[in-house]
Every structure is written in structure tokens, then in C-alpha cells.
């Protein structure tokens, strides 16, 4: 197993890296190095330009205007994206749906809503969780029946992450209440404006609109938006959550949150003396590192093993448990260093202001940002849900 980077491998590098500087709008950049949420508009700003670049679809194959980049590059481009504080790419319909309609979809699915992905013309959301099916999805309730050459669809997602924004949900649906839970469910493309259709926000901890219910009353869905076969949507769906979880470590996430609370812990005086001086803090600061470091080293060896055609078993779940303990562990220090300037909800340091928020710089979002990223242990698998598949295969007769 070789760690280090090929000399083509760095050249990458100092491409996106080039290109990242050049394009990458000051005014983004900084709005995510400090925690604000962003807009719809500064998010479509982001793709457009990575679109632009030919840049957007990283995992796509080229037949369908993707990179087509192997593991080692996506994640050079992951890499360098957080250093600069790139904007996320947002993943619903570039990283999630496009791979199932490349797959499964039909070659009508796959000419009319690839292309308006990539161009920006659909924003997707995700319409999997429901009141009472989330790690236990199969049990989903919402109804599709099928009434000539139209579904009528009745129901209710939840947690429906930026679907405020969406004109598009891709959503599963039970087709089938007779058989066995996975047997009867469809995977069905549902245009948000069709009548019957409402969305309710539900804001978090943090104060953000960010996750939705949608609600679902006599909705009709033309049959051609069905992928695939009636039925057989739990493939489907199944195979989207192998691309949910593509850069679970969240490696450079980390990077920059930790350097962000070393430059925190710098400014703030504990007893006369920087706050990075206290043994306490001191402390926890360095296993935080050696820990990151460890998970780092874990994260490329994985990837070296993906380049080489390895599919990562359950060292994603390994390494989704780990990557958000760190990010946690790292927005608790920073609400630590922050001290007194944590206590306030700062709508300014959360949603961008003219007003200076009060307090050093780099404080005003930490307390927001804690709580918000307690969902990182939930959505995408909940950990306890990956200690389980860590303890089956790794413990017990295999998954
Ligand atoms: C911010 C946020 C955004 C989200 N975005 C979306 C989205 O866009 N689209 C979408 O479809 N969904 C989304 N989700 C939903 C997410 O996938 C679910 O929250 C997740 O699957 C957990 O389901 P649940 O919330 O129903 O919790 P439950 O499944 O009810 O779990 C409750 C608790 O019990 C534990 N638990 C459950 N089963 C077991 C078990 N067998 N063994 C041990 N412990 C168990 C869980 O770990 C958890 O701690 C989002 C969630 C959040 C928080």
C-alpha cells in the first residue's frame, strides 16, 4: 500500500488548487469560513461556475458530461475545496439521484433530467424519511396507487433537507401493502409544483430553516416518472445510499474546523495566558490531532484500496462514526474557546449582517454551529445504526 502522491496525482492538486484561487468568489469563501448558512442563489453561483469548469459531476461517467475522476483524485478535489472553504457541491440530485438514474433510469429519465441537473434548471431533494421510518426505512408508509396512467400518491416525508428550495423530489413510495416491507416499495420522480403537495419548515436547534416536512394529498404523479420497476424501488434506493455516503470521513472539514479553533484558542486569555497554553485545553486539543491524523491515514488507506478497485466495505461505517465524532468533538472546543461570546443565539454570526456580531472574531457562529452539527451523527445512518454493522460483520457471522 503506497500513501503518497504520484507525481500526476500533485499536478492535480495544483490544478484545483489554481483553479479554486482563481474562480472560488471571495465573498463565499468567507461566508463558509464564517459558518453562515447560504443562500439558494450563492449555492446555484457555486455549481455554475464548477459547471463551467466541466467540474461539477465528479463521479459521473464522462458519457454523461461527468469527470469520471478516480477516488484519489475526488478526493484531492474534496481536499482542496475545504481548504479554500469552498461552498459543498449539494448532493441530492449530482450525487445521489443522477448515479440511480444512470443505472436503473430509462434513456428518456436519462436525456431529460441529467442535463438539467448539471445546468442547474432542477434542484432535488431527498423524500426517504417519513415520521416513524427513518433507520428503520422499509417500514415507509406513504402510498402510491396506481390509477390508469397516473399514481396517486398520499403521505408525508419528513426531514426533508432544503426542500424549500426544491422543484423536484425524489421520493419512495409504497406500491405494494401486501408482501414483505421491502418487496413493495417504488422509487417515483414527483414534481413539487403538482397540486397537493405542501411543504411545512421545521427549524433546528441552530435557528435555520434547513429540513422540511412535505405532505402528500391526493398527488398525481404521470406513471413514466417511476425508475425502473414497480417495486423493486429498495435496490434502488439502496444503491443511492452507497453514493449518499461518499466522503463520510469529512477529513477536511476537520482540518479547517480544528485550525479555526487553534486560531480561536490563540486570541482568548484564560487566567493571563492564551487559552492554547491551558494543559486542559492543550490537551484535548492534541488528541483531537493525533486522532484526526489517525482517521486520515484510515481515510487514504481506503481510498488507495478504492483505486485499486477494493469496494470499501465496513470501514465507511468506521470511518462515519469516527469523522463525526471528531467534527463534534471540534465544534465543542470551539464553543469552549469561545467562552462567554458562545452564550447568545447571534443571528448575525448565523445569517450575515451589517452589524458587527459581538465578541472576537470566529465566535459568533460556534454556538450555532454546535448544535446544528449534532445532525451529523444522525442523518446518512445514525451511528449507533453503524456500530451495529461494525459489530455484525466485524463481531458476529457477517452482514
Ligand atoms: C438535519 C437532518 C437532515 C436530514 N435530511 C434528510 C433528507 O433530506 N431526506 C431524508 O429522507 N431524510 C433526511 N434525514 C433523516 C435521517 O435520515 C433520519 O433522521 C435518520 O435515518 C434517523 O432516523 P430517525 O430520525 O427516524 O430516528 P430513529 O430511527 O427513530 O432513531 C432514534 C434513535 O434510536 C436509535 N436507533 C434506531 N434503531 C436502532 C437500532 N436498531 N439499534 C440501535 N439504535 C437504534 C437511533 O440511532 C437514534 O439515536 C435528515 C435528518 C436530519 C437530522
Redesign the pocket.
Known amino acids: 500500500m503506497d500513501l503518497s502522491f504520484s507525481a500526476e496525482e500533485q499536478a492535480f492538486r495544483a490544478e484545483v488548487r489554481g483553479f479554486l484561487a482563481d474562480k472560488l468568489p471571495p465573498e463565499l469563501a468567507q461566508a463558509v469560513r464564517d459558518g453562515r448558512g447560504l443562500s439558494k442563489d450563492n449555492y446555484e453561483r457555486w455549481h455554475a461556475l464548477l459547471n463551467e469548469q466541466g467540474w461539477l459531476a465528479p463521479n459521473w461517467p464522462t458519457e454523461f458530461g461527468g469527470c469520471e475522476w478516480n477516488a484519489v483524485q475526488r478526493h484531492i478535489f474534496e481536499d482542496e475545496c475545504c481548504r479554500a472553504h469552498a461552498p459543498r457541491i449539494v448532493p ?1 440530485g449530482l450525487s445521489m439521484l443522477a448515479p440511480v438514474l444512470q443505472k436503473f433510469g430509462s434513456k428518456q429519465q436519462q436525456d431529460h433530467y441529467l442535463p438539467r441537473i448539471l445546468s442547474g434548471q432542477d434542484w432535488w ?13 422499509a417500514s415507509l408508509k406513504t402510498k402510491a396507487v396506481r390509477d390508469g396512467d397516473t399514481y396517486v400518491v398520499n403521505g408525508q ?7 424549500q428550495y426544491a422543484n423536484w423530489i425524489f421520493c ?1 413510495v409504497r406500491t405494494d401493502p401486501t408482501v414483505k416491507q421491502q418487496a413493495g416499495i417504488s422509487f417515483l420522480l414527483i414534481d413539487m409544483d403538482t397540486p397537493g403537495i405542501e411543504v411545512r419548515p421545521i427549524i ?1 436547534l441552530d435557528g435555520t430553516h ?2 422540511n416536512e412535505v405532505w402528500f394529498t391526493d398527488v398525481r404523479v404521470p406513471a413514466e416518472n417511476l425508475v425502473g420497476e414497480e417495486n423493486k424501488g429498495w435496490t434502488y434506493a439502496k444503491y443511492l445510499l452507497t453514493h449518499e455516503r461518499t466522503n463520510i470521513a469529512g477529513v477536511g472539514f476537520s482540518q479547517a474546523g480544528l485550525a479555526a479553533v487553534k486560531r480561536l484558542a490563540r486570541g482568548q486569555m484564560h487566567r493571563g495566558r492564551p487559552l492554547i497554553e491551558n494543559p486542559h485545553f492543550a490537551a484535548r486539543v492534541a488528541r483531537l490531532e493525533i486522532d484526526l491524523m489517525a482517521m486520515s491515514t484510515t481515510n487514504l488507506r481506503i481510498i488507495s484500496g478504492a483505486a485499486k478497485g477494493q469496494a470499501p466495505g465496513v470501514e465507511s461505517s468506521m470511518l462515519k462514526v469516527k469523522g463525526t465524532q471528531i467534527r463534534q468533538e471540534i465544534n465543542d472546543l470551539a464553543r469552549r474557546a469561545a467562552g462567554v461570546y458562545a452564550m447568545p443565539f447571534a443571528s448575525e454570526g448565523v445569517e450575515g449582517s451589517n452589524e458587527a456580531p459581538i465578541g472576537p472574531e470566529g465566535t459568533a457562529h460556534v454556538a450555532a454551529q454546535y448544535f ?1 452539527n ?2 451529523l ?9 453503524q ?2 454493522i461494525i459489530a455484525k460483520v466485524k463481531l458476529g457471522g457477517g452482514a
Open positions: 441530492f431533494c431527498q423524500g426517504y424519511s417519513e415520521p416513524g421510518a427513518g433507520s428503520d426505512l416525508k419528513t426531514w426533508t433537507t432544503l426542500g419512495l433546528l434547513e429540513v446544528n449534532r445532525k451523527s444522525i442523518f446518512g445512518g445514525s451511528n449507533e445504526i456500530r451495529n
